[in-house]
């Protein structure tokens, strides 16, 4: 199966300030084990990889499944990429991350966007 794990951009919430330049380690985790499991995983980070809506839309077509980690302050950037996915591709969606383990009610009210998510 072909899997894309997603960590949405920082800018929106912190502007020009630097984000973090470090890799998204929980995905990278998820990633390794999914690999393990003999699928096909790419990660992208939207703001390392200076990934545009453009490009992310083309981006999103090659995959079955599309998981996004969100912490609380990207969780509407998260939001908007999953918008992007369900109005564009037929992808499995799942959100994980801080956000959906901590604050699930408000993760339910956009259930519509996402097929699962993950708590921890």
Do not use: W
């Amino acid at each position: 199966m072909k899997i894309l794990l997603v960590n949405p951009s920082q800018r929106g919430v912190y502007g020009k300030l630097n984000a973090p330049a470090y890799p998204p380690l929980g995905l990278s985790y998820i990633g390794a084990v999914l690999e393990d499991a003999n699928h096909e995983v790419k990660i992208i980070d939207m703001d390392t990889d200076k990934i545009s809506k453009e490009k992310f839309l083309k981006i999103i077509k090659n995959y079955e499944v599309i998981g996004i980690t969100a912490t609380t302050p990207v969780f509407k950037e998260a939001e908007k990429l999953f918008k992007l996915i369900k109005e564009n591709t037929n992808a499995i969606t799942i959100l994980g991350g801080v956000h959906a383990t901590i604050a699930p009610k408000e993760c339910v009210k956009s259930y519509f966007l996402y097929g699962f998510f993950l708590l921890y």
